[in-house]
C-alpha cells in the first residue's frame, strides 16, 4: 500500500482511481435498470475506451469487466444471501476465534477493556496515516497493540473521515506516522503476514465485532443472525447500529451484514463502497 498525501492533488487521483472508476460503473448499471450493457457500452459511461477499461477491472477485481458487472447488480446482496449465507454458530464451532486463520488472513485481536474504554482512549497514543487502497483512499489508525480504525473517504471525503475516527476515542493522543503502519497494513489488504487487530469500543459491540470477524470472505450473513450470535435475539436494531460503528473497515468485515429481507442495509463509509467490497471479494474468491 501507498502512503498518501491528501494535500497534493496528484496524489488523490492516485488514491482514488480505480474506485472511481468503479463507482461510475456502478452508477451506470443503476441506470440501465438490470438491463446488461457490453464492454463498449460501460466504458463510455465512464469516458475510457474498451482496452483501457478492460485493464483496469482486471487489474482491480481479476475477473472481465461482464462478470464484475454480474456482482454489482442490484440484487446482488440477495443472490449472495440464498448461496454464500453462513450461520455464526457453525462458524464458531469450527474454533474461528481469536487465533484462528479468519477471512484469508491472519489475523489476532485483542480488546480494550471496559474501563479503558470509559476514558475515552485516556493515554493512549494512536498513530495514523493515509494510504492508497483498493476502494479509494484508506485512513489507517494503529495503536501498539494493532489496527484500530480503518476508514475509507471516498464517498465521505478525507477531513470527515479524520474528525469521525478522532471523535472516537477523544483522550487519545493522535501522531502521523504512516511508517509504523506499514506492516499491519500490508497483511491487510495484501494478505501478507499477520494483521493485528485492537478493538476499542463498548463491551456489547465488541462481542459484535467479534462476531463479525467470523465471517469468512465471499460470504455474509444478517443482522438478525449476528444478534442470536451475541446471545440477544431480540437485539437486531442495537446490533445494526453496533456494525455501523465499526471502526476497522474491511478487517472486521460489517460490508458482510445484510437485512433478511436481502437488501444491503446501511453502511458507514458508503453504499457504494459497500457493494464495491462485497462484489471484490466476490470476484476474488471466484479467481
Not at 148 to 170: K, N, Q, Y
Not at 190 to 201: F, K, N, P, S, V
Not at 239 to 249: C, E, I, L, Q
Request: charged residues 20%; contains cysteine.
Amino acid at each position: 500500500m501507498t502512503a498518501l498525501d491528501l494535500t497534493r492533488p496528484d496524489q488523490q487521483t492516485e488514491g482514488a482511481y480505480h474506485y472511481n472508476v468503479i463507482r461510475r460503473a456502478i452508477e451506470a448499471i443503476d441506470a440501465a435498470g438490470g438491463a446488461p450493457l457490453s464492454l463498449e457500452a460501460l466504458a463510455a459511461e465512464v469516458d475510457m475506451s474498451p482496452a483501457h477499461f478492460q485493464r483496469v477491472f482486471s487489474k482491480w477485481a481479476g475477473v472481465s469487466p461482464k462478470r464484475y458487472q454480474q456482482y454489482l447488480t442490484l440484487d446482488h446482496a440477495r443472490t449472495l444471501l440464498r448461496e454464500k449465507f453462513t450461520t455464526l454458530e457453525t462458524a464458531q464451532s469450527l474454533g474461528l476465534s481469536g487465533g484462528g486463520r479468519l477471512h484469508d488472513l491472519f489475523l489476532t485481536w485483542e480488546a480494550m477493556s471496559p474501563g479503558q474504554y470509559a476514558r475515552g482512549g485516556d493515554g493512549l497514543t494512536i498513530r495514523w496515516g493515509w494510504f492508497d487502497s483498493p476502494f479509494g483512499p484508506a485512513l489507517v489508525m494503529a495503536t501498539e497493540r494493532g489496527i484500530c480504525g480503518l476508514a475509507f473517504a471516498a464517498e465521505t471525503g478525507a477531513e470527515p473521515a479524520m474528525e469521525d475516527m478522532r471523535s472516537r476515542w477523544p483522550g487519545a493522543r493522535f501522531v502521523e506516522d504512516p511508517g509504523a503502519l506499514r506492516a499491519d497494513l500490508d497483511a491487510a489488504f495484501d494478505r501478507t503476514g499477520e494483521a493485528r487487530l485492537h478493538l476499542i469500543g463498548a463491551p456489547f459491540q465488541i462481542k459484535v465485532w467479534e462476531a463479525l470477524i467470523t465471517i469468512p470472505s465471499g460470504q455474509v450473513t444478517t443482522y438478525s443472525e449476528l444478534a442470536c450470535a451475541v446471545g440477544n435475539p431480540r437485539a437486531v436494531r442495537a446490533v445494526g447500529t453496533a456494525v455501523g460503528r465499526n471502526p476497522v473497515s474491511w478487517l472486521i468485515p460489517c460490508h458482510r451484514a445484510l437485512r433478511k429481507s436481502g437488501g444491503l442495509g446501511g453502511y458507514h463509509w458508503g453504499l457504494p463502497v459497500k457493494r464495491a467490497l462485497l462484489a471484490w471479494e466476490a470476484a476474488r474468491d471466484e479467481a
